[in-house]
């Protein structure tokens, strides 16, 4: 089984930054794939940023785009977004999720193909 436990949420400024991780059990044996998602009330889970964990490949949807960066330490089972100039558009819960495929491009996004869910975290931007 694949845990996975989002951390890093909270209140910051517009412009300030703030940075999540997700926690992943033995996701080095298991996954290919490790992507955020946001979601707003009423609305769907909306891709952010993916990461795949043999090659370190990244995507970024246009809107988080020389904001934002993903990362990921393999021994530590533990994939980073760092949130720089932060909006209050960023305003939403963050969830970790993971895949046992390789989502490259025009698949990374799409909320059916990920096998784990973490619980999500809250990030609020505002004065």
């Known amino acids: 089984q694949v845990q996975l436990v989002e951390s890093g949420g909270g209140l910051v400024q517009p412009g300030g930054s703030l940075r999540l991780s997700c926690a992943a059990s033995r996701f080095t044996l298991d996954i290919y794939t490790i992507a955020w998602f946001r979601q707003y009330p009423g609305k769907d889970r909306e891709g952010v940023s993916c990461i795949i964990s043999s090659d ?3 995507y970024y949807d246009d809107s988080v785009k020389g904001r934002f960066t993903i990362s990921r330490d393999n021994a530590k089972n533990t994939v980073y977004l760092q949130m720089n100039s932060l909006k209050p558009e960023d305003t939403a819960v963050y969830y970790c999720a993971a895949a046992d495929a390789l989502l490259y491009e025009s698949r990374w996004y799409r909320l059916w193909e990920y096998d784990y869910w ?3 975290t809250q990030v609020t931007v505002s004065s």
């Open 56 to 58: 370190g490949s990244t």
């Open 118 to 120: 973490g619980q999500g």
